[in-house]
């Protein structure tokens, strides 16, 4: 990725050199640079995901379940965010039964890390933790708690970071 946002640095500055003559010239390489900026800004952004079923459980056996990315040493701006959602009531069966209960929302929604429940409830997120590992990546987790007796919830852990 390094050569790569080397090689477009390279192609700014023959765009640079190439628009010292006429204004449409110009024009057109400031427009080829301004094209190549946001395709290097493109490449140091990344996003990793990870995704795991919580099993359903109850308020005095509430099932857990920790979610880990793993991120390069040189990431910078590093933004977390947990979600879940419910499953199929049923679980994980195949094929799933049908969502015939009243928990709600199949899709995506964000959750609080530290404190407080889930907007789907009956499950809430603990707080991330972050580990640096001997070959310079960093571990990021998070614990995803679930205590709703009738449905499988799924959890998400999504790290946005740029690359420096």
């Known amino acids: 990725m390094q050569r790569k946002i080397t090689t477009l640095i390279t192609a700014i500055g023959i765009c640079f050199a190439a628009s010292g ?3 449409a010239q110009s024009s ?9 900026q946001a395709e290097i800004e493109r490449l140091r952004h990344r996003t990793k995901v990870s995704e795991a079923v919580v099993r359903r459980g109850t308020p005095a056996n509430i099932s857990r379940t ?3 990315v793993f991120i390069p040493e040189n990431a910078s701006n590093i933004k977390i965010s947990v979600y879940m959602k419910n499953e199929p009531w049923g679980g994980h069966q195949n094929p799933p039964k049908p969502n015939t209960d009243d928990l709600g929302t199949s899709h995506y929604l964000e ?3 530290g404190s407080g429940e889930c907007p789907i ?3 809430k997120v603990g707080s ?3 580990v640096s590992l001997p070959n310079g990546r960093t571990k990021i987790s998070a614990t995803f708690a679930n205590w709703a007796h009738r449905n499988d919830r799924t959890g998400k852990l999504q790290v ?4 420096d």
């Open 66 to 68: 920790t979610i880990s």
């Open 128 to 130: 991330t933790s972050s």
């Open 160 to 163: 946005e970071y740029q690359l």
């Open 111 to 113: 959750c609080p890390t």
């Open 28 to 36: 057109e390489a400031e427009a080829r640079i301004a094209e190549l």
């Open 21 to 23: 003559g006429a204004a």
């Open 121 to 123: 409830g009956w499950a």
